[in-house]
């Protein structure tokens, strides 16, 4: 569900920018009140392994589409709202800034569809009143099946409202919004039953990790994190760099439901504005386009190749690989830099 600059104006794309930069202000803010040393390298750890997953698109059997983990409920569950919404903001920045996925226009649209509606709305509103202190695995199932289904229809509308609102194409919105909510409810039952057994994982090995940093904060000295953190370490590097070959060449939901409506999988890019700058400097700063290394030339074997499946692709492996590390790296920093600030008002 990752938007194109070309869905959007700049007055929406922009609001959407201010809007994304003030929660991601707040969250911050409110995380430092209580973020432990121990929960950054799970921070990170957790954004790589969504990175990786989000590489992995599955097929919706009987639509010619396909869909990819968000990851949201599974970072709010684990690690709390503030912290899911800055580890998610990190993923989809790193995605949009080297492999292209997604517009830098769009970003702040992006972040705010696939990180605030899972972390600051369905997590509290919805996952937390089902759950309550529950550690019943099929009410995991249950609450995890709810939760996701409610945020991806949430992200989804919210698509359909932006484009909407910013008029730069023929999409109309009754067929646009008929097409995005029912392709979405399908991943979303996908994602649900992924994320309720991420989180029965967890249940199981650290069941003090659910729910927020504060109990991580409260842990005592001689529990680890290790093996938890091994484990997401491991399933990353597995995603990103071998099962990311097996990742669905049908188009994701939004791309599906723009081809139904308009006969054509994208939309006519902006050709002067911010649009067309920005543009230019992700052209510039996206070393791994479309997980890939850049093509030379316009070798239609090679064109050929890119659509086989499975794409069993070097470049696909080091992308996997690369951004998952990248992702890591960046959220590492940011927890390390919201943890010096504490130290400096303490």
């Known amino acids: 569900m990752h938007m194109a600059d070309a869905l959007l104006s700049p007055a929406v794309g922009t609001t959407l920018w201010a809007g994304t930069v003030a929660v991601g202000g707040y969250a ?11 929960m950054i390298p799970l921070m990170g750890v ?11 698109n599955f097929t919706i059997p009987g639509t ?46 992006n972040i705010w569809n696939m990180g605030f509606y899972p972390c600051f ?17 099929g009410r995991i199932v249950a609450a995890s099946l709810v939760s996701a289904i409610a945020a991806l229809q949430l992200g989804a509308f919210s698509v359909v409202m932006e ?9 109309p919105f009754g067929a646009f919004v008929l097409l995005m909510q029912p392709i979405h409810l399908a991943i979303g039952v996908i994602e649900g039953f992924v994320t309720a057994g991420v989180i029965n994982y967890v249940q199981s090995a650290r069941p003090e990790l659910l729910g927020n940093i504060a109990a991580v904060s409260s842990l005592g000295a001689g529990i680890s994190l290790r093996k938890v953190m091994i484990t997401f ?50 052209e510039k700063t996206a070393f791994l386009p479309d997980y890939g290394f850049k093509p030379e030339g316009n070798d239609l074997k090679k064109a050929e190749a890119a659509s086989a499946w499975p794409g069993i692709k070097a470049g696909t ?21 919201i943890r010096s600030f504490r130290g400096r008002d303490a």
């Open 28 to 38: 911050s803010k409110k995380l430092k009140e209580r973020i432990d040393d121990r």
């Open 46 to 56: 957790l954004g790589a392994f969504i990175f990786a997953a989000q590489m992995i």
């Open 64 to 109: 010619g589409s396909s869909g990819h983990l968000g990851g949201g409920m599974i970072l709010a569950i684990i690690l709390g709202p503030q912290a899911a919404f800055l580890v998610m903001a990190s993923v989809l920045t790193v995605q949009a800034l080297f492999f292209a996925d997604g517009g830098l226009l769009a970003l702040g649209c």
């Open 121 to 137: 709305l369905v997590y509290p509103l919805i996952y937390k009143p089902l759950i309550r202190d529950s550690q019943n695995s």
């Open 163 to 171: 484009t909407l609102l910013s008029g730069n194409s023929e999409l």
């Open 233 to 282: 370490v491991v399933l990353a590097v597995i995603m990103g760099g071998a099962l990311s070959w097996f990742a669905s060449t049908h188009p994701d939901g939004l791309e599906w439901s723009i081809e139904k409506v308009t006969g054509k999988g994208e939309l006519r890019e902006a050709e002067r504005g911010i649009a067309r700058v920005l543009k230019g400097i992700q």
């Open 317 to 337: 492996s080091v992308s996997g690989i690369v951004g998952a590390v990248i992702v890591l790296g960046m959220i590492v920093l940011i927890g390390m830099g």
